[in-house]
Each structure stands twice: as structure tokens, then as C-alpha cells.
């Protein structure tokens, strides 16, 4: 008995030993940090001094007199209902596409996945030169088709378009995700439909798309988390918040309340309201799981 | 089993070859008209007023290369490009070495509450960044860190969660078998996990380095808050401010951005393969 536990203290040691450098990192990088910032959110805090406690102010004045609070927050919000959606169908569709079997598919597979490793501040700054009103690629390929393309990155329902385009271009870093789902579905679910005479609809329909399920909802997951902190394209692209604020995305608000004004209780109570958004979101997303993701053949 | 996807008829496989080249034209095009640009003179960027596509819209005649030395020397990209290379060979050597220790003692080692502390590192992972930003600033410029490379360095020897994750599941498909023969040889855990595991595991830890790598090269955050000295910004960085103070110069932007990308993109060439395994393994499982 006590031989047992002197082994079990030795494992523990020698585990919590293994795992320090995550536990350290841990404390003082994300848990510590995670604490005080809650405290900070109830502060007026300029990083210079110390911070000095107002209670719940900074949160009434977020939600209640900043009009750029809800601003961004939409702005972020639709970013999220249409990018993440279109996003997994283009991937899932591009998926399929590339799961044919031809020659050469490979090649294509290689071009598609390349848009997603250009880094994206190089993204942002090739973007704003295609997209150049004047003299951009873009433009010039629709006036040879006769239409006179928008100054995309300076009207308004323009700019956000264009991000999602953007969004779009790099959709091959997922395809790869459902490319490697589809390859994992078992070839006896298609033998079995093809016995009962399952048409190639029928087989995407019942097969393919049901057991694609758990990698879709996966990428739904970190889509939306991302999206909620959708920062860098828009601080390059249009770092004042764009036309008409129209791509004043919450983090970049954030971002510049925090940095620019040093307004940093304030930012801290942004981050805190965001960090609720997306655990709720996350919340609903994970209950709706049962409804319609298929664990296991 | 896998599956292969269905075998077609002729008709069918035309289609297909149609279909994807034609999406290939929107999947190429910004790179081809990166390169392009940045090979061009500026009459052949400001005189294209007539709007018309030709070849010569994608493929310059003459050739203006005095563009990359140009834009090298409006600002000073090979210094950024040091640095760069710099902060790559620090973080992936410390999320590589950190986050296989701590990926052994999470698949190999019995403790007392090692499965919630594996769920909270993977919960971790959904923590949005701006949460703890504010607070880590204040802790790193309270140790004096502010303007140093630190803030980007020392967080990388804590390991990362998602490689933990990777390398966790990687390390749990070796057989316990091995390892407890050597225990019975007398070898110690770290004796196990260097000489036996380690050598196992190149896959794993050459799918974290390569990350590791493009994720340090891509950054833009983390200098952005961090570096104030001119002559210490990374590349992304750089890119940025070239286009905040000389965004008008388009063809130097271009060359400046291609230098940027093409080191991902022959990385990646070369890498493909652990690339794509890291990637699938990742993917809901």
C-alpha cells in the first residue's frame, strides 16, 4: 500500500514535470490574464497609471450611448451569417469536386490549397490593388464584359463584399479538412447504396453529406470563432473603419479604442462582451449538434 | 478502406477538367497579377487608361526587375527579412521542443487530473485573444519586454495547445509495449521520451515546425503591438507600413509582397506532403 503510493506521487511528479512548460505558459499567459481582465473591464485604465475603479460605467456606456459598439458588433455579426456559411459551402462543393478521379487531380488540389498559405497581410495589400478602381484587375475584366465595376474598397456595401470575397479566395485551407473527411467514408456505404439502387444525388444526399457532418461542424466552430475576431484584412485594408463604417469590425474597434485612445478598461469591457457572445453562440451551436451531426458509421 | 470517389464516363471527365481550370483562372489570378505588377514599368501601370485586357496586362513587355532593388531600398526588407527568419528559428524551435514535452507527460504519463487539465488546454483554443490581450500587454511591458522580441519568443516555450493536441494524438498510436520494456531496462521517463518516442515522431514534429514557421512569418499582430524600432519589424510589418507611407507605388508594393510570399509558397512545395497530413489529422476527429 504505501509502496503504491509513493509510485503514484512519483508518476504525478514526474506528469506535472512533463507538463510544465503548458502549466506555467498557462497561468501566467491565459489564466492570469484572463482574471484581471475582468477586473480591468471595471476600471479606467491608460496602462501608464493604475487603473481606478467605476463600477459597471464602462458597460453602460458600451451599451447604451456608443453607437459604435452596435456598429461594429453588426458589422462583425453579418460578417459571421454570411462568411462562415459561404465558406463551408464553397469548401464542401470544391471538396466534392476535387474528390473525382482523374489524372492529374493533384495539381489541382495544389492550386486551390495555395491562396490559403499567401500570408494575409500580403492578402490584404494584393486585394487592394486588384480591386483598385481604376486600374485594378478586377475592374478591367468587367468593363471588357461592358459592366463599370464599383470603387470597391470605398462605397459602401462594397468594401465588406470585398472582404468576403476575400474570405472566399483562401476557402482551399478547408477544403483540404473536408478532402481528407470524404476520404475517411467507408466504401461499403457506397456498395450498399448502389445494391439498393441509390442514385449519385441520392448517394450525396444520404451518404456523403451525413458523414461529412462532424468535419463540417468542426469547421463551423473555429469559423465562428474567428469570425468574431476578424482583425488583421480590415486594419490593413481600410484601417479607419471604412465607408460609412461599414467594415468597422469589432476587433478593430476594439483594437483602436484600446491602442489609439488607450482606453483600456473600456477595451477590456469590449473583449469581456465578446468572449460572452462567443461562448453562447458556441453553446447554441454545440446544442444543435444532436440534431444533425452523425457520429460514427 | 477509403474511397477514391466515382469512376466517370468521358463526357463526365471533360466536364470536370472544364470546370476546374475555369476555377483555377479566380484561384491564380491575384498571384499572377502580383508578380505581374510588381514586373512593371510605370507607364504600363498608369497607361492602361483605356481599361483593355491584353497579354501584356499579365505579362509586361519590357520587364522592369529594378522594381525589387527599388523596393528594397524604399524600405529595408532584407533587415525585416532577418528578422523575420529570426523570430521563425526561435518560436519553432521553442513550440517544437515545449509542446512535445508536454504532449508526452499528457499521452505517456499517469497523473492525477490529467484529463481536465487536456480539456482545458483544448478549451483554451477558444479563447479569443482580445480577452487576455490587455493584461499580457501590461505584464510584458511591466518586465521591461515592450519593444524587445520577447512577447513574441517566450510564450512560443510554453507550447501551444493545438500542437499538444497534434502531437498528443500522434504519440498515443506508439505502442505502450516499447516503452515498457525499456522501463523494465530501467530507462527513466525522459530517457523514454528522447531516445524512443522523439525519433518516432519526426512526422509530427516536422508538421508542428512547418506551422510554427508560417504562423511566426505571417504575424502581424503580435509585432504590431510589440515592436516600435523600425530596424526590428518583421516582414509582415514592414508590408504594412510600406503600404501606410508609399501605398501609390504600386509596382515596388507588388515586388515587396512577392518577396513576402514566394518563401511560403516554395516552402510549401517542398513540404506538401507533411502539410497536408497535419492538416487532415486536424479536421473534427
Same mark, same amino acid.
Given at each position: ?73 453588426? @458589422? ?61 484587375? @478586377? ?31 483562401? @476557402? ?107 461562448? @453562447? ?17 | ?121 483544448? +478549451? ?35 507550447? $501551444? ?39 518516432? $515522431?519526426?512526422?509530427?514534429? +516536422? ?72 492538416? $487532415? ?5
Amino acid at each position: 500500500m504505501p509502496r503504491g503510493n509513493r509510485d503514484k506521487a512519483k508518476q504525478n511528479l514526474v506528469g506535472y514535470l512533463f507538463i510544465s512548460p503548458w502549466l506555467i505558459g498557462f497561468i501566467a499567459f491565459t489564466f492570469w490574464p484572463f482574471i484581471r481582465s475582468i477586473y480591468l473591464s471595471f476600471t479606467r485604465y491608460n496602462i501608464v497609471t493604475e487603473p481606478k475603479w467605476v463600477g459597471l460605467a464602462n458597460y453602460k456606456m458600451l451599451l447604451t450611448q456608443d453607437e459604435l459598439f452596435y456598429k461594429s458588433a453588426w @458589422v462583425t455579426i453579418k460578417y459571421a451569417i454570411v462568411a462562415v456559411p459561404l465558406g463551408i459551402v464553397a469548401g464542401v462543393a470544391l471538396a466534392l469536386l476535387l474528390n473525382i478521379n482523374v489524372k492529374g487531380m493533384s495539381v489541382f488540389r495544389t492550386i486551390f490549397y495555395l491562396p490559403s498559405i499567401v500570408p494575409t497581410v500580403a492578402t490584404s495589400v494584393v486585394f487592394m490593388w486588384l480591386l483598385n478602381p481604376n486600374i485594378g484587375l @478586377v475592374n478591367r475584366i468587367l468593363a471588357v464584359v461592358g459592366v463599370q465595376g464599383p470603387a470597391w474598397l470605398s462605397t459602401s456595401p462594397w468594401a465588406f463584399n470585398s472582404l468576403i470575397m476575400m474570405a472566399l479566395w483562401g @476557402v482551399g485551407g478547408s477544403m483540404v479538412i473536408y478532402l481528407a473527411g470524404l476520404k475517411d467514408i467507408p466504401v461499403h456505404l457506397y456498395e450498399a447504396a448502389t445494391l439498393d439502387g441509390a442514385s449519385s444525388v441520392k448517394k450525396l444526399r444520404y451518404v456523403t453529406l451525413p458523414m461529412m457532418t462532424p468535419v463540417i461542424f468542426f469547421n463551423l466552430v473555429m469559423g465562428i470563432i474567428s469570425a468574431f475576431q476578424y482583425f488583421t484584412q480590415a486594419f490593413v485594408m481600410t484601417p479607419n473603419g471604412g465607408p460609412e463604417d461599414s467594415t468597422y469590425f469589432y476587433s478593430l474597434y476594439l483594437y483602436n479604442r484600446a491602442w489609439k485612445y488607450l482606453d483600456m478598461g473600456y477595451a477590456s469591457a469590449m473583449a469581456w462582451i465578446l468572449f460572452l457572445v462567443v461562448i @453562447v453562440l458556441t453553446g447554441l451551436v454545440f446544442r444543435t449538434q444532436k440534431k444533425w451531426v452523425h457520429y460514427g458509421g | 478502406m477509403t474511397t477514391d470517389g466515382p469512376k466517370l464516363n468521358l463526357g463526365s471527365k471533360v466536364a470536370t477538367y472544364v470546370v476546374l481550370t475555369l476555377l483555377c483562372l479566380p484561384a491564380l489570378l491575384p498571384l499572377v497579377w502580383m508578380i505581374s505588377t510588381s514586373l512593371k514599368g510605370d507607364t504600363q501601370i498608369y497607361n492602361a487608361t483605356d481599361h483593355g485586357l491584353s497579354l501584356s496586362t499579365l505579362v509586361p513587355s519590357p520587364l522592369h526587375p529594378e522594381n525589387y532593388p527599388d523596393a528594397l531600398n524604399t524600405l529595408p526588407f532584407l533587415v525585416y527579412l532577418r528578422n523575420t527568419l529570426f523570430l521563425c528559428i526561435c518560436t519553432v524551435l521553442g513550440a517544437v521542443v515545449s509542446s512535445a514535452v508536454v504532449a508526452y507527460g499528457f499521452a505517456k504519463v499517469n497523473f492525477t487530473g490529467k484529463n481536465t487539465l487536456f480539456m482545458l488546454m483544448i +478549451a483554451t483554443m477558444a479563447l479569443p485573444g482580445q480577452v487576455t490581450m490587455i493584461p499580457v500587454f501590461s505584464l510584458y511591458r511591466s518586465l521591461g519586454w515592450y519593444g524587445t522580441y520577447l512577447p513574441i519568443i517566450v510564450p512560443a516555450f510554453t507550447a $501551444s495547445a493545438y500542437y499538444v493536441f497534434l502531437m498528443t494524438q500522434f504519440f498515443r498510436t506508439i505502442p505502450n509495449e516499447m516503452s515498457e520494456a525499456a522501463r523494465v531496462d530501467g530507462a527513466g521517463e525522459w530517457t523514454i521520451f528522447t531516445r524512443l518516442i522523439l525519433p518516432l $515522431s519526426k512526422p509530427a514534429l +516536422a508538421t508542428c515546425a512547418l506551422f510554427q514557421f508560417i504562423g511566426t512569418w505571417n504575424d502581424f499582430l503580435g509585432p504590431l503591438l510589440y515592436i516600435n524600432d523600425p530596424a526590428k519589424y518583421p516582414l509582415a510589418y514592414g508590408l504594412q507600413q510600406f503600404v501606410t507611407l508609399y501605398g501609390g507605388k504600386h509596382a515596388q508594393l507588388m515586388a515587396a509582397s512577392t518577396i513576402f510570399t514566394i518563401p511560403i509558397i516554395i516552402l510549401f512545395f517542398f513540404a506538401q506532403k507533411t502539410f497536408i497530413q497535419g492538416i $487532415s489529422t486536424t479536421g473534427g476527429k
